[in-house]
């Protein structure tokens, strides 16, 4: 049974960073392609940063480029999303997502296996 488990969220103030962790169970990450996404109240789920499996390729929205860094740790079967320079504008649900491809072009239409989301909130 494929779960993905997301940790780490909570509230910090404008400026500051978190690590986002998505824990994989029931299978191996090395061979599938991993996204985190954004939900905000009222607005679409929106990709944020997606990394392939292939050549661990990333893609990153504009709204989060040189700020956000997706990263993968097979060995703990694990993804990680750094966020710095937190912006009120980035509080949402957050959600890791997983589809049995290799790459993918990020849209949450794209993907199969979703976990429960961790909330952060970016308020002074």
């Known amino acids: 049974q494929v779960q993905l488990v997301e940790s780490g969220g909570g509230l910090v103030q404008p400026g500051g960073s978190l690590t986002l962790s998505c824990a994989a169970a029931?299978?191996?990450?090395?061979?599938?392609?991993i996204g985190w996404f954004r939900q905000a109240p009222g607005k679409e789920r929106e990709g944020v940063s997606c990394?392939?499996?292939?050549?661990?390729?990333?893609y990153y929205a504009d709204s989060v480029k040189g700020r956000f860094t997706i990263s993968r740790d097979n060995a703990k079967n694990t993804v990680y999303l750094q966020i710095n320079s937190l912006k009120p504008e980035d509080t949402a649900v957050y959600y890791c997502?997983?589809?049995?491809?290799?790459?993918?072009?990020?849209?949450?239409?794209?993907?199969?296996?979703w976990g429960q989301g961790t909330q952060v909130t970016v308020s002074s």
């Open positions: 997502a997983t589809v049995v491809f290799s790459q993918t072009h990020c849209l949450p239409g794209e993907y199969d296996y």
């Open positions: 029931g299978f191996t990450l090395d061979y599938f392609a």
């Open positions: 990394i392939s499996s292939s050549d661990g390729s990333t």
